[in-house]
């Protein structure tokens, strides 16, 4: 069976560091507690529930799973409690951000970026959904891997944090992962029979965990409902998702600040896809999971 390590808070960053590098994932056991996620819960419901039945289909979506975009505003405990957490930000600083010493002239000038958020959305699965295939997020960067022994800093450029809103475990599709395989290179994966390279990421309320963007990992099965909701609630298991990247995923200029969505209207396609209204291959660059060009139709 593979090690998913189990830490609890108050043990030092450096443990943290370690488990991330040496396994590519950590659970939190005591990130954060039930009010604080019920709160979570009751903020994104009303969007949850505005979804309707039919979920997205992008990327390693496939259709059934509801989500919950623009999570930063739509739930202020999202945002202040589950992101902004201390210890998630330590995380993200020590594995995103850049220094870089460049030369201007024969003078040494050091340059630092700090981490951006990538996305903050809710994956809510209903039984009936299937398994997601084994896949790395920082796919969508069209990131590239050397297979090592042994980590080294700024090997990633993605750190996800995944807060449940309800127990998860391997019958309502706990995330599977598969602890190590951050270190593996870009050839065909190799998942052996599974029950000796993945593990289910079974989480209780309250608990949280960080992974690296390299590391495969997918949405379990959901195969049936398993009638332990609460009356009128609808049966799903629910995860807050926050991925942060390195700071230089950016344009030099804020085109969406600095040119007005009117006045882009009016320009070339080539200068509006140009500008960022057309999302990157796959899913970078996106509003509420579909490219921009929609608000430029309106
Ligand atoms: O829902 C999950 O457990 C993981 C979802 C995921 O990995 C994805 O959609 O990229
Ligand atoms: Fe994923």
């Given at each position: 069976m593979p090690t998913l390590p189990r830490l609890s808070r108050s043990q030092p960053l450096s443990d943290f560091i370690q488990a991330l590098e040496k396994h590519g994932c950590v659970l939190i056991t005591d990130f954060t507690d039930p009010e604080t996620v019920a709160q979570a819960n009751k903020e994104v419901k009303p969007w949850l529930d505005g979804q309707g039945q039919a979920g997205a289909k992008v990327g390693a979506l496939s259709g059934n799973t509801q989500t919950v975009t623009r999570l930063i505003s739509r739930s202020p405990t999202v945002r202040e409690k589950f992101f902004a957490d201390s210890l998630y930000q330590s995380l993200s600083e020590h594995f995103l951000t850049l220094k870089t010493t460049t030369w201007y002239g024969d003078e040494a000038r050091t340059g630092q970026s700090d981490p951006l958020l990538s996305i903050a959305i809710t994956f809510a699965i209903p039984p009936g959904t299937s398994a997601q295939g084994l896949h790395r997020d920082d796919k969508n960067h069209h990131a590239r891997h050397v297979a090592a022994s042994e980590y080294s800093q700024g090997r990633d450029m993605l750190l996800g944090l995944f807060v449940p809103g309800c127990d998860t475990f391997r019958a309502n599709g706990a995330t599977r992962v598969v602890p190590g395989s951050h270190l593996w290179g870009d050839e065909t994966p190799d998942f052996g029979d599974q029950t000796s390279t993945v593990v289910d990421a079974e989480m209780k309320v309250g608990e949280a965990f960080i992974m690296l963007g390299s590391l495969y990992h997918g949405g379990g099965e959901y195969a049936k409902a398993l009638e332990n909701a609460s009356s009128g609630e609808m049966e799903r298991r629910i995860v807050y998702a926050m991925f942060s990247c390195s700071g230089v995923h950016r344009q030099e200029e804020v085109s969406f600040l600095s040119y007005p969505v009117e006045e882009v209207k009016t320009y070339s396609k080539v200068v509006q896809d140009r500008l960022g209204w057309k999302q990157s291959e796959?899913?970078?660059?996106?509003?509420e999971l579909k490219s921009p060009e929609f608000m430029l139709a309106a």
């Open positions: 796959p899913n970078l660059g996106w509003v």
